[in-house]
């Protein structure tokens, strides 16, 4: 694990670019997965700088607790394609589904402030998704996107964009955003089959959890691949035939398609509570 030191040098002049076309994008290997194998990730040719792999304690009173794996980057917000990773070859039947999340934070303060609070922000978060008793919208989240369903030994490649991501020109609100996505999985089918259980999946995109559009990642929290969310990131991109005895059952969900850009929605959507 690097020095602070050397991390915080390398934060300041990633791509010489300005603070805010840079962010720290968080790894979060699934709370079961966890338990296995460490996620892989790596980083293409150099546009991801690894700050930090570190464990998030998830913990609740008479609950069980939990330790998750997660590893943070800092890159630029133009730098592409960015980083593969390998979600864990698990082989018990009782984790053959996996997932991966990613949260895109925004650079608060010099660099060991920025990196605390993506640390202490992913801790909120995934405790109060698995307890509810965390913070779903810590100050600095300007990204969550997670992975559908995930197979074992999956491999993601990812994508880093800032851009456009609604059909009209309106300024308010922005328009401009960071979006960070896979492109593509291998392998696209999975096969579990022990009988008289089992289950073939098919994978073609992924979910986006919520997202802001300022660029400190303090204000209005918006809709992903929801319900009540833009009908473009609410697509059918993945099946799962569960092979029970004799009574096959197929369960859709629903996301973003795997594409080098995600496709233009007309409206944000707020979300209520938030």
Same mark, same amino acid.
């Given at each position: 694990m690097p020095a602070f030191?050397?991390?915080q =040098?390398?934060?300041t002049r990633i791509i010489n670019v300005q603070w805010s076309k840079i962010v720290i994008v968080v790894f979060v290997n699934d709370i079961t997965a966890s338990s296995? /194998?460490?996620l892989k990730c790596t980083p293409i040719d150099d546009k991801a700088t690894r700050l930090k792999d570190f464990i998030v304690t998830i913990s609740k009173p008479e609950y069980l607790t939990v330790k998750v794996d997660c590893s943070a980057f800092s890159l630029s917000t133009d730098a592409g &394609? #960015?980083? &593969?990773t390998l979600v864990a070859d698990i082989t018990d039947p009782n984790t053959v589904f996996s997932t991966l999340t990613v949260l895109v934070? /925004? *650079?608060i303060g010099d660099a060991e402030e920025s990196l605390d609070a993506a640390i202490k922000g992913t801790t909120d978060f995934l405790t109060d998704r698995m307890y509810g008793s965390g913070n779903l919208y810590p100050d600095g989240l300007r990204w969550s996107v997670l992975t559908v369903s995930t197979p074992p030994g999956s491999k993601y490649t990812w994508k880093m964009r800032s851009g456009n991501h609604r059909t009209d020109e309106d300024t308010t609100p922005p328009n401009s955003m960071v979006q960070c996505y896979p492109i593509s999985i291998v392998p696209v089918s999975y096969? #579990?089959? &022990?009988p008289p259980f089992g289950f073939i999946q098919t994978t073609r995109g992924y979910r *986006? =959890?919520?997202y802001r559009l300022d660029a400190e990642g303090t204000g209005q929290v918006y809709i992903g691949s929801d319900e009540a969310g833009p /009908?473009?990131?609410n697509q059918v991109v993945a099946d799962v035939v569960f092979q029970q005895a004799e009574n096959p059952t197929t369960t859709h969900y629903h996301g973003v398609p795997f594409a080098d850009v995600p496709p233009l929605i007309a409206a944000d959507i707020p979300r209520p509570g938030a």
């Open positions: 030191g050397y991390v =040098d390398v934060v296995y /194998a460490n &394609e #960015f980083m &593969e934070f /925004a *650079i096969k #579990f089959l &022990e *986006i =959890d919520l /009908a473009p990131w």
